[in-house]
């Protein structure tokens, strides 16, 4: 048997998988958080049943690919869990009546039931059973409450089947159903409701979007680098480096197997960010540099999108977003890319048009440095001081603004304008925010650390079996000519098709000045999208594109890298 | 009559009420909207209009929906 959890953007589904599968999945507060489906199992008496977190959409008419990802998995379900946001009845019940005249066993539950009362909305939860047709538990998926209920219903699911209706057909019988199942009271604006509305009109919108911006790097910087300073690197120095000599010198402190696992060893000692070795320098970039930012980032962006602001700053951006060729709410993929670019690349699906994806994903891959790659040249350019850092986010800033510019004047195709539900800010729960963190953070690790020590052990080989001198002889004109770094830098180059952390790392025993670290960690970042979001690109937006959109970086990383190197 | 004169929700002041008398446009449009709750017949009010014709937010049954400039002119209403 297998269940559809389906319903109206941002109702709480994914908080309700979680609880009934106990697999955890991302929830966030606003429209499109889940754009694929996720796949769960939960126990139902002794049966084991399938239950399938679907994308949210307002109706059976898909108006993107989110939406059709719902619509399509329709035909493939036994029983549907109509989930429904108690505090908007009217809007959400559209898709019910539709849902119930699709002819699928269907159970409604109807989440947010806590909000309801401080609302003023008042609903008689036997009354609408009554009139659907269909058994109604009340839930609050973030706390559990009816939970239990809701899955002990599941076995009563029914079929209703009404005659299909026209459009103004099925709204006058919602309608009908709010008149005799709800009452509304007046009530008073909370203090988070005037923030709300604060954050929304532009005069006092701006400010607070600036500053949440704002605050939120400093927050990230500062909190990366304290975990860094005294918790990373105390434990990798004190720990980790005696363990690590005393393999140095169990393997005779050189060979090929040394090499590999430890690295080189520099004035005859270890050293973190320069030995490359698996176990040494592997490590300490994934663990003690870019795992500080990845729990910071996450943790700030997460309570962002708990809170529900996101969609607030894609509303006060949009203009300038219509620009760049996209609308709005690709800020919200793009937020997301400064995580990562593999989750960045799927959120782009909330994005209606192919021609705005397109444009949304080549910039995030080209202008947009994941956490990683910002970690690492925090540590490596910041070292030479933080004019550099920002030399360095600035250019990014400028290439995202000239290509966004470039592309919308080039790039065949429209983009469609915004239109999105803007949801109420909520307090987020320590819990909820908490489960995401690790969750993404796993999946973080799960997905990046395989391939850094893969890079890292390929190097390791390369670099013994002496290729890398054959390549840098070979790529001297470009890297030295156009870019003006070391013939060398080839090697993180090539690095950057795997990780762009790794690749950002072997710039550091190269001694690069300051001028020509900026300017390879720009290349490094722009040239190409690291394996990961190379195959995430081409997943999701074909291959064709995918060839486009890295003809373009090519080009762009070329002439911003020389330009850089004439100007530095 | 005067204060029954149609206008677009662009034009509408903030904070101001009125009522959804057609969606003009596309049926993709009017289709979208719809299923968004903001239909003819509907009460809505202004809540924002983002600067440099950004979208105009309304709301609607206590819901509020941001609808990119364009869109918005297609929205008339009538204030009430």
């Known amino acids: ?105 269907m159970i409604v539950a109807l989440n947010l039931w806590d909000d309801t009362k401080h609302r003023g909305i008042t609903i008689d939860a036997a009354k609408l059973e009554s009139l659907l047709g269909v058994p109604v538990v009340p839930t609050v998926a973030v706390s559990g409450q009816g939970i239990k209920e809701l899955v002990e219903h599941i076995s009563e699911a029914r079929s209703v089947k009404p005659a299909p209706r026209t459009k103004e057909e099925r709204w006058a019988a919602v309608g009908g159903i709010i008149t005799e199942a709800q009452t509304l009271a007046h009530r008073h604006h909370t203090w988070l409701e005037r923030l709300q509305d604060a954050s929304l009109k532009p005069r006092t919108g701006i400010p607070i979007a600036i500053l949440a911006l704002v605050a939120s790097f400093f927050a990230v910087r500062g909190v990366g680098e304290g975990i860094i300073q005294y918790i990373s690197d105390p434990i990798f120095h004190n720990l980790w480096q005696p363990v690590m000599m005393r393999l140095s010198d169990a393997l005779g402190g050189a060979g090929f197997w040394h090499d590999v696992l430890v690295g080189r060893l520099i004035d005859g000692s270890i050293n973190f960010s320069q030995s490359m070795g698996v176990l040494t320098t592997g490590l300490y970039i994934e663990f003690g540099v870019v795992l500080p930012y990845i729990l910071i980032f996450y943790l700030v962006l997460g309570i962002m999108e708990d809170i529900g602001y996101l969609p607030r700053l894609a509303v006060l951006l949009d ?38 994806r397109f444009i949304a994903a080549t910039l995030i891959c080209i202008a947009i440095p994941c956490a990683a790659s910002q970690a690492m040249i925090f540590g490596l350019v910041g070292a030479k001081g933080w004019q550099y850092v920002t030399i360095v986010f600035a250019v990014h800033f400028i290439v995202w603004i000239v290509m966004g510019l470039i592309l919308n004047r080039t790039v065949k195709g429209f983009s469609p304008e915004l239109l999105i539900e803007i949801p109420p800010y909520r307090l987020p729960s320590p819990r909820g925010v908490l489960s995401k963190l690790w969750l993404r953070v796993w999946s973080f690790l799960k997905e990046a650390l395989p391939i850094v020590l893969g890079a890292i052990f390929v190097v390791s080989v ?10 840098a002889n070979f790529t001297a004109p470009l890297v030295s000519g156009i870019f003006g770094l070391p013939k060398e830098a080839v090697v993180a180059i090539i690095v950057g098709f795997m990780r762009k952390d790794i690749a950002i790392g072997m710039l550091a025993p190269l001694s690069l000045t300051a001028g020509q670290l900026v300017v390879g960690s720009v290349v490094l970042t722009m040239f190409f999208p690291c394996v990961a979001a190379f195959v995430m690109f081409a997943k999701e937006l074909g291959f064709k594109r995918l060839l486009a959109a890295l003809g373009i970086m090519i080009i762009a990383t070329i002439v911003v890298g020389g330009l850089l190197n004439l100007i530095l | 009559m005067s204060d029954k004169k149609k206008i677009s929700i662009c034009e509408l002041r903030q904070g101001q009420s009125a009522r959804v008398v057609e ?37 609607v049954d206590r819901c509020q929906i941001a609808i990119g400039y364009g869109m918005a002119q297609k929205v008339t209403v009538e204030v009430i």
């Open chain 1, 462 to 471: 390369l670099y013994s079996l002496g290729v890398f001198d054959a390549i």
């Open chain 1, 319 to 356: 203009s300038i977003m219509h620009r760049l060729g996209m609308h709005g709410y690709a800020i919200i993929p793009s937020m997301l890319g400064m995580g990562c670019a593999v989750p960045a690349l799927m959120a782009t699906r909330i994005l209606e048009s192919k021609r705005e």
């Open chain 1, 1 to 105: 048997m297998r269940i559809l959890l389906m319903g109206n953007p941002n109702v709480g589904k994914s908080a309700l998988f979680s609880r009934i599968t106990g697999t955890r999945a991302v929830v966030s507060n606003y429209a499109g958080t889940t754009v694929g489906f996720t796949k769960g199992s939960m126990k139902l008496g002794n049966e084991e049943i399938e239950v399938i977190d679907v994308p949210g959409t307002y109706s059976l008419e898909p108006t993107s690919k989110a939406e059709e990802v719902a619509a399509k998995m329709l035909q493939e379900g036994d029983v549907v869990i109509n989930v429904v946001d108690a505090t908007n009845l009217e809007r959400n019940l559209y898709l019910t009546l539709e849902l119930l005249e699709k002819g699928l066993p």
């Open chain 2, 23 to 59: 969606i003009l446009g596309g049926r993709g449009v009017a289709e979208r909207l719809n299923a968004m709750g903001v239909r003819p017949g509907k009460d809505i009010t202004k809540v924002s209009s983002a600067p440099m014709k950004g979208p105009v937010t309304v709301s």
